[in-house]
């Protein structure tokens, strides 16, 4: 199974709109270095057929999946409803007309109810042949359930995200927990036995919503996973900074990184 991280920034991306000159705001982090210049989160897993399913819907997800050489996809699941994880959701319709098929997605209740206020047209029943809107074919998960998207089997769990909740998922030995600060008895049940966790961290410094550095590095250190891979990341995360600063078996993702993923 193969991970491909399409974006790994925060919600307004790196470089933020604005700096000095018009041409972004980059923070702490150093303008030369690619790796650095972040899109906003989301993945695509593939499966060892080659079936492939999509996480969230960026505003940047047309040009992640083009810039990643991501022809289809054959689902989606949606960890939260927030801006910048489901506004790409109208180019979904391209990829409607890829596969020839309403997508099928993986939701919880509150981010279908969402999704219906934001992109109602998208729920209206489908009238082929073609598709000149998105159209969605609805599955409503909740903690705890095994869901299969693009013939790969799938458990979600619940997530504190400060004022709201978010769905983390473990395929295999895999997990994915963007959006997150804090993690409760049935998560970390979920999680045991990685091998390879990525993981929202967004600043040095605590935030209200997510993960900081610190609960990072002692999140990591409790769950014992060979690798910690570090995403959702604002533009205080310098990429040159972190290579020299973090603990053995903690990472930060890039645009386009892959992850293989061991059986």
């Excluded at 809107?133 to 869901?147: A, E, F, N, T, W």
């Excluded at 929202?200 to 900081?212: I, L, V």
């Excluded at 996973?225 to 078996?249: C, E, K, Q, S, V």
Aim: with cysteine; aromatic share 8%.
């Amino acid at each position: 199974m193969k991970v491909i991280v399409l974006g790994c920034g925060g919600s307004a991306g790196v470089p933020m709109i604005g700096g000095a000159d018009g041409r972004g705001d980059w923070g702490e982090c150093d303008p030369a270095e690619k790796r650095n210049r972040r899109t906003r989160s989301s993945i695509v897993v593939q499966g060892n057929s080659g079936r492939r399913f999509l996480v969230d819907t960026s505003p940047d997800m047309r040009t992640q999946l083009i810039d990643h050489g991501i022809v289809s996809v054959e689902g989606i699941l949606f960890t939260h409803s927030h801006a910048d994880h489901i506004l790409g959701l109208d180019d979904v319709r391209i990829l409607n007309r890829i596969i020839g098929r309403p997508m099928p997605v993986r939701a919880d209740a509150h981010t279908v109810s969402e999704l219906q206020r934001r992109f109602d047209y998208a729920f209206l029943p489908w009238r082929p042949p073609g598709f000149i809107r998105p159209v969605l074919d609805i599955d409503v998960v909740k903690s705890g359930d095994r869901v299969s998207l693009a013939g790969i089997e799938i458990e979600v769990f619940d997530q504190d995200h400060g004022f709201s909740t978010t769905l983390g998922f473990r395929l295999g030995r895999f997990a994915y927990c963007t959006d997150v600060v804090d993690l409760d008895a049935p998560a970390w049940a979920a999680l045991e036995g990685i091998d390879t966790w990525m993981v929202d961290c967004f600043q040095r410094e605590p935030h209200r919503t997510h993960a900081s550095l610190a609960m990072v590095v002692e999140w990591a250190a409790k769950l014992g996973a060979r690798r910690t891979i570090l995403t959702h990341m604002g533009t205080d995360m310098d990429w040159g900074w972190m290579m020299r600063n973090l603990p053995r078996g903690l990472e930060p993702a890039y645009d386009g990184m892959e992850i293989t993923i061991p059986e």
